[in-house]
Structures are given as C-alpha cells and as structure tokens.
C-alpha cells in the first residue's frame, strides 16, 4: 500500500514536472508583445532579472515566472550581456534571451558620398538614428579638435564610406574612423605615387584629389582631370575650375556661377589666384585620391563638359573654345 502511494507522488511530480515544462516551453516560444522594430538598450550592471520585470513593466511579458524557472534550469544561458539590441515584432524570449546572451549588439550603415563636405557630413551624422549625438553645439573647428590637431580645416579629411556603427557609438567616433581611414588611404597612396608630382607635401595631394573629385564622377576620366590641372600647374596656369568658385561662395551659392562670381577674389576662386586653393574643398574618394597621385600622361590644357557627365578634352585654346561653342553654347 505505501509503494502504491509512493509511486502515485512520483506519478504526480512527474506530470506537474513536465506541465510546468510545457508553460516555461510555450512562454519562451510566444513573440512577445510589440507591433513593431525596436531597439532595446540593456545597460551595463543589468542582469537578467532586470530584463524580465523590465519587459514585464513595459507590457511586453504576461507573466515572469516561467522566464524566473527557465534562469533556475538553464543559469548559463541566462547570462545576458549589456548592449543596444534589435528586437523584431515576431522574436520570441527564447531568441532574446540567446541573442543578449552573445552580446551581438545590432549593427546600423551610415555612408558618406565622395564629394560631399564636412559640413554636409555633421548634417547627415544630426539626422542618422541610434546614435549619440555629441556636436550639435560645436563649430567645424571645434569637432575637427576633437579628432587631429595637425590640421585646421576639416574639409577633406575624412574618407566617403559606409561605417558600421552601434548605438553605443557616437557622431565623434564615426568621424574619428573616418579620419584614420583617410589617413591610411592617403599614406598608401603617397607611398606609392608617381615621380615629378607638383606637391609640396601629401595634403596638397589631397586637395589636387578633391579639385579632380568635384570635376568628374565618371571616374575613367578622373586621371586626364589630373593631367590637365598638373600640367596647368607645372606652366604656372590657373587651374580655373569652377568648384572652387562654389566652394568659395559657401552659403552665398545661388545654383548659378555669374560673372561676378568668377571675378570675385576669394580664397578659393582658381579664376583669381595662383595654384592650388588652400584645403581641400570637398571628400574624394579612393579613385580621385589614386587620380591626383597618378595623372594620366597627356598634353591636355582644357576640358569642357559635354552636358551628358563626360567631357570632352582639348590640347589648344583654339580647340577649346570651339568645344565651349559646341557644348555650351550650343553653335
């Protein structure tokens, strides 16, 4: 009699044993309750009992106990680690769990075009969400003394990209790995250039590389851009490109060069001054920077565009301007 007593608890324990697996099983399967993506941040000293009553208090959970059981039977893959995590409308805890437990922080892109300058690059950084935004109150030269105090114009630094980044990253750190990539392109370039270059030193080569960027996208071209502006300096010519003129302008650029403009004697006007401008005037890219450092071998003085993102290349003034009435004004 006491064995068939004894043997109906353990019949018993048993049941309750495997219902009890089968809540915990079916709490851990069941989405939990948000309608759409959203990023969930566990901060560092959070274990994963704050985790649970911290969905619970949010309404995500129906109940806590089967996640408090789950911890008793499974304590190592209940160790969560802080961080900025994605959570998807559909995941179940059971996916949370093991994904906090790996510590695989969600991953976002943020790329940055050639061409663009410093100051369209701290717009888009201001507009680019799950990251910490540091610079808002900051002048160019102030962000730009954060990251290098060899330089004191920020244009032109920072290599165009996309960067991965987390939400524990900030503004300040993309733009520090965007300055060391540039750094590093631009010394593997140098180290490499070709012999009888018109530079002083490698930032020259960086603003020869922005003038050549500004000029062209088609980057087939971008090697005779450089022969031509190298061969200009080296007759001791203007450069006469009208992206400094713009970048001369900054604000006060209408959509339109006038007359005016071009007579205008800025800093940065290739019409007006000597050689080349004093920074760079925009990002280049891998291409235009390998372009500056390896000009194609040429007699080209002039170039003008043919209206269709090509140009069409003269070695004469006289055959220049015929390209200029052709194209431009359409004789």
Known sequence: ???????????????????????????????????????????????????????????????????????????????????????????????????????????????????????????????????????????????????????????????????QYTASMSDIDILRNAHQRMMQELDASWQGRAKKLPYKNVYEALIMASLIEKETGKLSEQPLIASVFISRLNKGMRLQTDPTIIYGLGDRYTGDITYANIREKTAYNTYRINGLPPTPIAMPGKSAIEASMHPAQSQYLYFVSKGNGEHYFSKTLQEHNKAVDKYIRGK
Do not use: C
């Open 1 to 163: 009699m006491l064995q068939r007593i004894l043997l109906i608890f353990i019949v018993l324990g048993l049941l309750a044993a495997g219902g009890m697996y089968a809540y915990v099983d079916a709490q851990l399967q069941k989405p939990i309750n948000i309608s759409q993506q959203t990023l969930y941040q566990l901060n560092k000293g959070k274990s994963y009992h704050h985790l649970v009553k911290d969905f619970n208090d949010k309404g995500w959970l129906t109940s806590t106990l089967a996640f408090r059981v789950y911890a008793k039977l499974y304590p190592a893959k209940t160790n969560v680690k802080s961080g900025s995590y994605l959570l998807e409308a559909d995941m179940n805890m059971l996916d949370i769990i093991a994904l906090m437990n790996s510590g695989k922080e969600a991953q976002f892109k943020l790329t940055f075009v050639e061409g663009t300058t410093f100051k369209q690059w701290l717009l888009q950084l201001s507009e680019t969400p799950y990251i910490k935004q540091t610079l808002q109150d900051k002048s160019q030269q102030q962000v730009l003394s954060l990251i290098t105090e060899q330089y004191t114009h920020p244009e032109g630094l920072f290599f165009p990209d996309t960067y």
